[in-house]
């Protein structure tokens, strides 16, 4: 039994060693997020405002192509609004009985409209860059929403000395490398939020990975309640097998 | 020591009780978790939030002229849109609804007289009737005329003849504008 | 066998057709097992179970996922989005198959150490053996489905291995690949496959079980059963404590599947297969890593026998050299528990498992190389020592029996109390 436990605790040293040394860049600063934990759910107000910052900011150069206009309701906007932010973009429809394709402005069924028609269109706009699809960055990436947040909060206008940053590129402390193909997209004040919360650069970028969080992991609120009243019952159960287990037992000891 | 038992003896009759109830009570837990669990993999096979989400057609009727008939898609089904004559929807407002296997008056089954709209799947056992093109045969009613057994359907969509039990069905449907609607 | 007579009639009748019910009470209410196992002889239940939930959410994701190479990552991300409950069937998929791993591995660890794999259960041991295969091929080619980053690279380096093969290597992966690349006909060959393979997983864990059953369950003290008071029917005992078992190991599984549901993946499947840009480190799912440790150690080429093919070759022979074990084996004491120094060597060959897997995670840079092939030597020395230690080693006196051994310690704890 010692010998196991040992062994557990090297693999389990190991394991957690594993993670911080996989990560050739900075060591990443974690941060407080609203949904983290067992109890932890989504500040709604606060996707709100996230929201309203991709919407605003990154939605000019980055598509988020799994998400659809319908799924915004769950933001707590009504389904005039939801129509509204759909009715923003146009959508390439038909052919129409003339044999023609049109376009139409997106309704709340339509995924989000991406800004570029392709990627190659994309890469032109952005100095050959490809700005990526959204849905998913805040689980395709080591670090996860605390990395998101930290290039976001990572720009400065100084490199270390003896740090060549190519033209076209721009310095973050924490991207790999040090030089990343995106410009600075949120400083203070870069969005006037509708609920008057004040938009510190800090904020902006706490707001907006909370949304690329959402739309990476919708069913989140849902999964951690269902967890909760699942391993519960689970406790329950467990024990009830335990104390029939010690009953059956009892009578060979 | 040859006394030990290896088959589980008879307890004395209150432990015998209380081991039942919990035989019982562990049951029935267990068996409320599994219920539980297999309800998700059921519910999965529900439609999915994007399905239900497809549930609504617009339609520019402006360029369907008076006598003439469009079929659209409306959640995969066949919708007939048609552009009724004053004659045929004299024909329809006069038929004595004693006379229908599916009792139901001209005005309650359109909003506006001269457009009816109905699902173009036949209410016997699902197959598309013909009546929409100027070519196709229309039955002794003028509506429509199923050929896989023979319905026939009005011009307000009535079954009048054959096998099936119930009228074309009238979907939900509002006027957006006088020359667009929207089903669903 | 179908002698039984049962109370009731409808049992009855359908017993004398098709013998169920004698069938269920011969190997449940009638079957022999030690009284001694302990908890370590649950993991074998714990696989079934997992098997069963692992063909049970697969089946359940096929009906909304698409095998081309153009929908895949959108079907699984339309399940995870839109369909009902689909991302908790999702998860408890990928999340099932790291638990099917954990739970066979202390299954196969639990054999190493008690001996379970010497006569008369050789056969058991082996079609164990072939469980295990026919699972890494199954989640190997369930990984390459979301069609994510590492599903399309890492099916690339493992298809690419074959081409170490002289002379018919390259044909042998254009066959697999179905092209000049892994692409779609190679996605939708892995689809297909994917789905039939565990059903012959079940398959063979019915004979497994139909071995078992034929020489019995072994236990802790590594002696057989000598009579009816070394025994208790497996039902109650065992089916209790097995759901016992199951109970502990739904909060464990569960607890990763609503709070952790990532924690065993790679972020890099969250971005859809570029073929024109390869990861920075790729590398397998947790379960494979000793392996890839194994296939990397080897980088000296030698004449006619490239690095490349040395390491496919020892990567292979780790798993085929486990089927010989009953026989390099040589010591005539089954369980560690009489046998001091193989005890000592056993927790010697754990701990060396976990570094190959550490190191199998990580670049090859710095130390790690150097201690992979220290790790790998380490790894296929074990058989030749257990041969020599069987034929020199000491054992302790073995109980007479399990039951004279089960009141010993009886007699032992009241002493102390």
Redesign the interface.
């Known amino acids: 039994m010692r010998k196991f436990l040992l062994s557990t605790l090297a693999a389990g040293l190991l394991a957690a060693a594993t993670p911080a040394l996989a990560n050739e860049g900075p060591e990443i600063e974690k941060q407080a997020w609203s949904w983290q934990g067992v109890f932890g759910q989504y500040d709604k107000a606060q996707l709100r405002r996230g929201w309203q910052v991709f919407h605003d900011i990154c939605s000019n150069c980055h598509s988020m192509k799994l998400v659809a206009y319908r799924n915004l309701s769950y933001l707590g906007f009504s389904d005039d609004e939801v129509k509204d932010f759909a009715a923003e973009k146009q959508v390439t429809d038909g052919p129409n009985d003339q044999g023609d394709m049109f376009q139409r402005p997106a309704r709340p069924s339509d995924h989000f409209v991406p800004p570029f028609p392709n990627d190659q269109a994309a890469r032109v706009a952005n100095n050959g860059a490809l700005p990526p699809d959204l849905s998913l960055m805040a689980k395709a990436r080591n670090g996860g929403p605390d990395y998101v947040y930290a290039i976001l909060t990572g720009f400065e206008d100084t490199p270390p000395a003896g740090h060549v940053v190519p033209d076209g590129m721009y310095y973050n402390k924490a991207f790999g490398g040090g030089n990343i193909g995106m410009p600075p997209p949120i400083s203070d004040d870069a969005v006037t939020y509708a609920d008057g919360t004040k938009a510190t650069k800090e904020q902006i970028a706490k707001d907006v990975v909370s949304f690329l969080n959402w739309t990476a992991e919708p069913e989140l609120d849902q999964r951690k309640s269902l967890g909760i009243k699942v391993i519960g019952f689970l406790i329950v159960l467990t024990a009830m097998f335990y104390a029939l287990k010690r009953k059956i037992w009892a009578d060979l000891h | 020591?040859?006394e030990?038992?290896?088959?589980?003896?008879a307890?004395p009759p209150e432990g015998e009780t209380?081991?039942d109830f919990?035989?019982y009570?562990?049951t029935a837990?267990?068996v409320a978790?599994t219920a539980?669990a297999v309800w998700?993999?059921i519910?999965?096979?529900?439609p999915?939030?994007?399905?239900l989400?497809?549930s609504t057609t617009e339609v520019d009727i402006s360029?369907i002229a008076e006598g003439q008939a469009v079929t659209v898609t409306w959640r995969g089904k066949p919708v007939f849109i048609r552009h009724r004559t004053a004659a045929e929807i004299e024909a329809a407002k006069a038929t004595a609804v004693s006379e229908l296997r599916d009792p139901e008056t001209d005005d309650i089954r359109v909003k506006k007289p001269e457009w009816l709209i109905v699902v173009g799947i036949c209410t016997h056992l699902g197959c598309v009737p013909l009546g929409q093109k100027p070519a196709d045969p229309k039955g002794e009613f003028g509506g429509w005329f199923c050929p896989c057994h023979g319905s026939q359907y009005d011009t307000s969509g009535r079954i009048r003849k054959g096998p099936a039990p119930k009228n074309l069905a009238v979907p939900n449907y509002t006027f957006l504008t006088d020359t667009s609607i929207r089903i669903g | 066998m179908s002698g039984y007579k049962f109370d009731n009639k409808v049992v009855q009748w359908v017993d004398d057709r098709l013998p169920l019910f004698s069938v269920l009470k011969h190997s449940t209410t009638d079957y022999p097992t030690p009284r001694n196992l302990n908890y370590w002889w649950n993991f074998g239940s714990l696989a079934l179970m997992v098997l069963v939930i692992m063909i049970l959410t697969g089946i359940f994701l096929v009906m909304n996922y698409t095998p081309h190479t153009s929908m895949a990552f959108n079907s699984v991300e339309r399940i995870m989005r839109d369909v009902n409950y689909g991302w908790l069937i999702r998860y408890l998929h990928a999340n099932g198959a790291s638990m099917f791993f954990i739970v066979v591995y202390i299954h196969i660890f639990r054999g190493l150490y008690y001996g379970s794999y010497k006569a008369p259960r050789e056969m058991l041991w082996w079609l164990g053996l072939v469980i295990y295969l026919l699972m890494m091929a199954t989640a190997f080619m369930g990984y390459v489905l979301p069609w994510g980053q590492m599903s399309f690279w890492g099916a690339t380096v493992i298809t690419n291995l074959f081409s170490a093969f002289p002379v018919v290597g390259d044909y042998i992966v254009t066959l697999l690949w179905g092209g000049f690349s892994v692409d779609n006909p190679t996605l939708n060959r892995f689809f297909s496959l994917h789905y039939l393979l565990p059903f012959l997983i079940f398959a063979v864990v019915f004979l497994h079980l139909v071995a078992l059953h034929t020489v019995k369950s072994s236990n802790p003290l590594g002696i057989e059963m000598k009579g009816p008071q070394d025994a208790i029917p497996f039902h109650p005992y065992y089916t209790i404590k097995d759901l016992f078992g199951v109970g502990l190991f739904l909060i464990f599984f569960l607890s990763f599947v609503f709070f952790a549901p990532n924690f065993f993946g790679d972020p890099d499947n969250y971005i859809p297969a570029n073929p024109l840009v390869t990861p920075a480190h790729i590398k397998p799912e947790w379960y494979y890593l000793p392996f890839y440790a194994i296939l990397r150690s080897f980088t000296f080429d030698l004449p006619f026998l490239p690095a490349k093919l040395q390491g496919v070759l020892a990567m292979f022979s780790a798993i085929i050299i486990l089927f010989f074990l009953p026989w390099i084996d040589s010591s005539k004491v089954r369980s560690a528990k009489f046998r001091p120094i193989f005890k000592q060597v056993f927790w010697i060959f754990v701990a060396n498992a976990l570094v190959l897997g550490y190191v199998g995670g990580q670049p090859p840079e710095g130390n790690l190389p150097m201690i992979g092939q220290i790790s790998t030597a380490v790894y296929f020395l074990f058989f030749p020592f257990l041969f020599l230690l069987g034929k020199i080693e000491k054992p302790r006196a073995l109980p007479q029996s399990i039951s004279a051994a089960v009141l010993k310690d009886a007699a032992h704890s009241t002493e102390k109390a």
């Open positions: 020591m040859a030990t038992s290896t088959t589980p003896q307890t209380r081991r919990l035989l009570a562990t837990v267990g978790g539980m998700p993999f519910h999965s096979m529900n999915a939030a994007d399905t989400a497809m360029s």
